[in-house]
């Protein structure tokens, strides 16, 4: 039970004493029934005017958790696109292994395919900020805090990863190092796979949360 909510009933109990109060004497002295009315029905309109503020903040209670949901929704459809970051991440890792593989003869259907993916991977990111700008006003300060993937968060990784892929392909160009590359890739792999089931699971979670 809410703070406020306590104190909402301490003030009709106290209302209601008083009116206890007010009414004993007037039973002992039909003299003071008029002023004991008119004392029950300034208490009465205290307690209605009461009454009405607990159900005007139930309800905007109310409203603001299907608000809450909605927005929250939106930013979980928002959320299942992020998987694209993966998918663009393998592509740039295909592109450095054929020309490992090749040496150094690019593939054009793999450069391709990867622009195809960065452009899709860029509108899932700015579809996503839209959704967390319109849902973060709904977190408490903990969940935005902890919450593990922010488009920051996606952004950050998006921006460095594929410069360092770049930077491990040059520094492990010879074909007797591609399992240094691998590891490497193999980490960024996982790295955005872990991201993605964090974030899918936590907004799952706050779903499911009543605040």
């Not at 008029?34 to 009465?44: Q, R």
């Not at 195809?116 to 860029?122: Q, S, T, W, Y």
């Not at 408490?140 to 998006?158: A, N």
């Amino acid at each position: 039970m809410k703070r406020s909510d306590i104190l909402l009933m301490v003030a009709g109990g106290t209302g209601l004493f008083m009116a206890g109060v007010v009414w004993r004497p007037a039973f002992g002295n039909y003299a003071n029934l008029k002023d004991a009315l008119e004392c029950t029905s300034f208490l009465a309109t205290i307690v209605a005017a009461l009454v009405a503020i607990y159900t005007l903040r139930a309800w905007k209670d109310q409203f603001r958790h299907a608000e809450r949901f909605a927005a929250l929704r939106a930013l979980k459809d928002a959320i299942t696109d992020l998987h694209l970051y993966r998918g663009y991440l393998l592509s740039v890792i295909g592109v450095f292994n054929h020309l490992r593989a090749s040496g150094g003869v690019p593939d054009q259907t793999l450069i391709n395919e990867e622009k195809e993916k960065k452009e899709k991977l860029l509108l899932a990111f700015s579809a996503y900020r839209k959704a967390w700008v319109a849902a973060v006003p709904f977190f408490t300060p903990r969940e935005e805090s902890e919450f593990p993937g922010s488009p920051d968060s996606f952004m950050t990784l998006y921006l460095s990863r594929v410069q360092q892929l770049h930077d491990a392909h040059k520094k492990y160009s010879k074909p007797e190092q591609s399992a240094e590359f691998q590891a490497i890739a193999d980490y960024y792999n996982n790295e955005a796979m872990d991201l993605f089931k964090k974030t899918a699971d936590e907004i799952q979670l706050m779903l499911r949360k009543k605040v």
